[in-house]
């Protein structure tokens, strides 16, 4: 996998405290600072002013559909319509690459010796690549170019650096990061998963002992169950109001 930077907004963080000022935030702060009490408060519209576009090259076709569901970005992806796949790279999971796995790393990489094959003589019997494309795999290579604006980003990290994502995902969604960090660290830094960046884990049950927070982080359940009942009570007393 490559993951290259290939534009940035410039001085963004000036170009969203201006912004800000516009709506009202209080003047005297540095830009800095009025950055990061957007990021805390997620007062966050503001943030689409700064895009980021990256180039992502060496990924499988089965990433390149997740990232398809991040819908606020805007997405380019090599054609197997239009481009040649014969000889194509593909994704081999880091769990397939450990001892005692061999076995089954050959069965994967037969099969996609197999999807070669075929791909290359249905090519060679005249057929066209957009009618040969459909037996190519999954982990097929693929390239990429996406742009995201900040507040797009932050919630793809917020998902997709959460131990529950899968794991090719959450390593482009790393390398992503380490870019983003490098570019706005005023933005970056206090942002991870759901459960650091909240304070609270929305995965509840379904958290993995994987997971480097479990220990530390509360669930939401068990916040929200503190206060629940009597919170109830408040909003039905709110509703009464109108
Ligand atoms: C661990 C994990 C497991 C997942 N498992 C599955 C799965 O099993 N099946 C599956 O289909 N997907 C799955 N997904 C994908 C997930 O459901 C989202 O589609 C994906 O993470 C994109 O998130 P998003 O909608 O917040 O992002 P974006 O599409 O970029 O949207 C950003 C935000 O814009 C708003 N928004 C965007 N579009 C709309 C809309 N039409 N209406 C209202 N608000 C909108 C929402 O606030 C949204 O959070 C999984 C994701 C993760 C992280």
Same mark, same amino acid.
């Given at each position: =996998? ?7 907004t410039?001085?963004? /963080? ?11 935030? #209080? ?11 957007i ?16 180039? /992502?090259?060496? /990924?499988?076709?089965a990433l390149?559909?997740e990232?398809?569901e ?12 239009? =481009? ?12 397939l ?7 089954e790393?050959?069965?994967?990489r ?7 094959e ?7 019997l ?16 693929t390239h990429?170019?996406v742009? =995201?604006n900040?507040?797009s980003?932050?919630?793809? &990290?917020m ?9 090719e ?10 870019i ?6 005023? /933005? #970056? ?6 459960? &650091?960046?909240l304070?609270?884990c ?9 997971c480097?927070f ?6 939401k ?13 408040i909003i ?7």
């Amino acid at each position: =996998m490559e993951v290259k930077l290939l534009r940035v907004t410039e001085e963004g /963080i000036d170009l969203v405290a201006e912004a800000a000022k516009v709506s009202g935030v #209080f003047s005297t702060q540095s830009a800095k600072e009025i950055v990061e009490l957007i990021v805390d408060n997620d007062y966050s519209s503001v943030l689409e002013h700064i895009d980021l576009t990256f180039d /992502i090259s060496r /990924i499988s076709v089965a990433l390149s559909r997740e990232l398809l569901e991040h819908r606020i970005a805007s997405h380019t992806a090599r054609s197997t319509r239009y =481009m040649e796949e014969k000889g194509f790279g593909y994704y081999v999971p880091r769990e397939l690459e450990r001892k005692g796995k061999e076995e089954e790393a050959r069965i994967y990489r037969e099969a996609m010796k197999n999807a070669k094959e075929a791909y290359t003589k249905l090519r060679e019997l005249g057929i066209a690549k957009e009618q040969a494309r459909y037996v190519l795999p999954l982990a097929l290579h693929t390239h990429y170019v996406v742009t =995201m604006n900040v507040r797009s980003l932050l919630n793809f &990290f917020m998902l997709r650096l959460c131990v529950r994502a899968a794991p090719e995902i959450r390593e482009l969604t790393m390398r992503m990061y380490k870019i983003c960090l490098e570019e706005y660290p005023a /933005i #970056f830094s206090n942002i991870w998963c759901r459960g &650091f960046t909240l304070g609270v884990c929305p995965e509840n049950e379904v958290r993995p002992n994987e997971c480097p927070f479990k220990k530390i982080l509360p669930k939401k359940q068990e916040i929200k169950g503190k206060f629940e009942e009597r919170a109830k009570r408040i909003i039905e007393k709110e509703l009464k109001t109108f």
